[in-house]
C-alpha cells in the first residue's frame, strides 16, 4: 500500500531479506521469530536491528487469501519502543484503504 514497496527497497540489504522473509512466512502461515501482532490494529509488525538502527515493516493478514503491506519505515522515535503516532495514523489509513480493496476484489 502506498509507498510500502519504495521505502522497502530503500533498507539495507539484510533488512529487505528478513522483512521479505517474513511476510512469505505470513504468505505460508507461519510466523517469523521477527513478527508481533501491533496492538490495536489488526496488523502484524516486523522488528528489524541493523547496525544500531531499527526498521519496521507492518503486513496485515486480516483479509482472507491476501496479505497487505501496510507500511515499511526506519524507527527514529526517541520515545522508546512505541510507534510513532503519524505513523500509527499512516496505518490507521492504509488499512482502511486496504479493505476497500479488498471489497473491490471480492
Do not use: W
Not at 13 to 29: D, F, K, T
Not at 39 to 53: H, M, P, T, W
Not at 69 to 94: A, M, N, W, Y
Amino acid at each position: 500500500m502506498g509507498d510500502s514497496r519504495k521505502r522497502l527497497k530503500a533498507f539495507p540489504q539484510a533488512v529487505r531479506h528478513e522483512i521479505g522473509q517474513a511476510i512469505y512466512q505470513a504468505e505460508l502461515g507461519t510466523s517469523h521469530p521477527s513478527a508481533y501482532p501491533m496492538k490495536g490494529l489488526n496488523a502484524v509488525e516486523i522488528v528489524s536491528d541493523y547496525r544500531g538502527d531499527t526498521y519496521r515493516g507492518v503486513y496485515t493478514t486480516k483479509f482472507r487469501g491476501e496479505i497487505y503491506v501496510l507500511h515499511c519505515f526506519q524507527k527514529k522515535s526517541k520515545t522508546g519502543i512505541k510507534t510513532p503516532k503519524r505513523d500509527l495514523e499512516l496505518l490507521r489509513q492504509r488499512l482502511a484503504e486496504a479493505e476497500l480493496h479488498f471489497k473491490g476484489l471480492s
